[in-house]
């Protein structure tokens, strides 16, 4: 094997390296976007009002969602958590119509 040979064969391998570097990396943020738990930093949990401000709705509009049984929550002692997931699945199969004037 020559020098050139040789140089190819490195640069193919580094090559297939990075590839795979970059297939993990890409899975990794899709699973992410899927709404499977993220890492620190990320909540996974909603409180209402949280809800309430991150989808421009407000608190009274989120628990009748959740009273008429819309969206999903779960009550820990007296406070009443929603998934960011289930949240935005509550809003994805509600869009809101804007009527022309």
Excluded: C, W
Aim: net charge positive; charged share 30%.
């Amino acid at each position: 094997m020559n020098g050139k040979e040789q140089s190819a064969m490195l640069g193919d391998a580094f090559l297939n390296a990075i590839r795979l570097a970059v297939r993990e990396e890409i899975h990794a943020a899709m699973a992410q976007s899927r709404g499977k738990p993220q890492d620190a930093g990320g909540k996974i949990y909603l409180t209402v009002k949280e809800a309430a401000s991150k989808s421009g709705l407000g608190a009274s509009t989120i628990r009748l969602a959740i009273r008429k049984r819309q969206l999903r929550a779960q009550r820990v002692g007296r406070r009443v958590l929603i998934k960011k997931i289930d949240l935005e699945n509550f809003l994805e199969a509600n869009p809101i119509a804007i009527l022309n004037e």
